[in-house]
């Protein structure tokens, strides 16, 4: 008699959802120690520079408040990073802190969103970025010299505001295309940490200073780093 496939039997153990939880996990059995899937995101406001840092931990700060959708490392957290995201978007006054839910993460610098005006062209300030390279370093140790931003750059089939029939209005494009969870992140083999009581460093150098200031009243463009790892917890 077929008995098809045999249910799997789970243990209270806490099992790993990925290789790097489960290295990790190994890694320091026996120490109290466990890692747990988490993520830290910081966002700037862009304007005319040549180099776009981020503040990573919630003890440091710029002035500006810690807006809703940033989430920032504690100083008693230690997160290791398994992957680093990088994005570029619009927000209507992001220093007030309200409206950055509204915010749509992009992985390219879309003429039709990024347009500027006959003086400057967002959109061309905008693709110095992905010119340029990231820098990641802790207190004074670097640990990435130059990782190449053209890594975080992505142009999908479906673009916002791209014609798609002859209907002047209703025949676009609503959104950029978003595929799968990969868009605009590298993965990184979790050899680092980042700790909350340590000075972290994250830069992106670009090749000559970009006016990437948003032309449009009340709006700001912003960039967005996020960070996917991994948390350690004690048991």
């Not at 290295?23 to 005319?48: F, P």
């Amino acid at each position: 008699m077929y008995k098809g496939r045999q249910p799997q039997v789970f243990s209270n153990k806490l099992e790993a959802f990925s290789q790097e939880r489960d290295l990790l996990n190994k890694r320091n059995l026996g120490s109290g120690k466990i890692y747990v899937e988490s993520y830290l995101r910081s966002e700037v406001i862009l304007g005319s520079d040549s180099r776009i840092s981020f503040e990573i931990q919630e003890n440091v700060s710029s002035g500006l408040a810690i807006r809703k959708t940033e989430r920032r490392l504690k100083q008693s957290d230690t997160f290791t990073v398994t992957g680093i995201g990088f994005f570029i978007g619009q927000c209507a006054n992001l220093s007030s802190g309200t409206n950055s839910g509204y915010t749509i993460l992009r992985t390219f610098p879309n003429p039709q969103i990024f347009a500027g005006t006959t003086t400057v062209t967002e959109c061309n300030e905008l693709q110095k970025i992905y010119n340029g390279f990231m820098t990641v370093q802790r207190d004074q140790t670097k640990y990435f010299e130059a990782l190449p931003m053209m890594d975080h750059y992505c142009v999908t089939e479906a673009q916002q505001g791209l014609a798609v029939s002859t209907v002047a209005t209703t025949g676009l494009y609503q959104r950029d295309g978003h595929f799968n969870r990969e868009q605009g992140f590298r993965k990184i083999n979790p050899t680092f940490d980042i700790v909350g009581t340590k000075k972290c460093e994250i830069s992106i150098q670009l090749p000559d200073t970009a006016v990437m200031t948003c032309q449009r009243s009340s709006t700001d463009n912003i960039g967005v780093l996020i960070l996917r790892g991994l948390v350690e917890q004690r048991r």
